[in-house]
């Protein structure tokens, strides 16, 4: 079992819907939960963290966090074809090392 | 003014050889990482330095050495060069050794042919 799970898409969503994007993690004393956007041929650039259970809300990007399902996900509202991109799941755990997923592609379509 | 600085950006070498690329930060961070992305985008990490002191240390053939000369810095020096080592690199720092929120460099694209 890999220590970080997405989808790898392309996952496809028309320009203004919401766009959810999913990850597991295997470790159960993973700390810290992170959300990265990769354009391509760009590096990863931070988009979203959090650290306990629950939501936390930043513009149209909300992450949401259930340690006991080991699950993170994140939602993109009025999604834009900027928007366009792979979003990187990672994990911190217990050896304090970032942990990252495959990535999901998103393609917002006009 | 650039945060995280790789040099160089594209690096293209024969099989055999040997390369290192750097990587400097300006954030005051302590710790600097290494991470390899393959052909796939799994960005994978290699190596992590705190204040010049190896704390993570993946299953890397030992033919890739980092050396930190100091919290600024921490280059990536590659012997003899294998197709398979085809990949972009990215070099990246923190705050602290528990706080990994990463700021990334630009990759450095490293072609071995």
């Known amino acids: 079992q890999k220590e970080v799970e997405q989808n790898s898409g392309p996952l496809s969503v028309p320009e203004g819907a919401i766009a959810s994007l999913n990850c597991t993690y295997s470790d159960r004393g993973s700390q810290s939960f992170f959300w990265y956007r990769q354009y391509s041929g760009k590096s990863p650039e931070l988009i979203m963290f959090?650290?306990?259970?629950g939501d936390k809300e930043d513009g149209r990007f909300t992450a949401q966090l259930n340690k006991a399902s080991q699950y993170v996900s994140l939602l993109i509202r009025d999604s834009q074809p900027s928007d366009s991109a792979t979003y990187l799941c990672?994990?911190?755990?217990?050896?304090?090392?970032?942990?990252f997923g495959t990535g999901t592609r998103l393609q917002v379509t006009l | 003014d650039t945060a995280v600085s790789q040099t160089p950006k594209y690096l293209v070498t024969q099989m055999g050889n040997d390369k290192s690329i750097k990587c400097e930060q300006n954030?005051?961070?302590?710790?600097m990482y290494w991470y390899k992305q393959d052909s796939k985008k799994f960005l994978k990490i290699m190596f992590s330095?705190?204040?010049?002191?190896?704390?993570i240390n993946e299953t890397v053939p030992n033919r890739f050495s980092p050396k930190s000369p100091d919290k600024a810095h921490l280059n990536l020096h590659i012997n003899s060069l294998e197709l398979g080592d085809s990949a972009v690199y990215f070099c990246?720092?923190?705050?602290?050794?528990?706080?990994?929120?990463?700021?990334f460099g630009q990759g450095t694209r490293l072609t071995v042919v």
């Open positions: 990672a994990v911190t755990g217990t050896a304090s090392k970032l942990t």
């Open positions: 990246a720092s923190s705050q602290g050794r528990g706080w990994v929120e990463a700021f």
């Open positions: 330095y705190n204040n010049k002191e190896l704390i």
């Open positions: 959090i650290y306990s259970n």
């Open positions: 954030l005051g961070h302590d710790t």
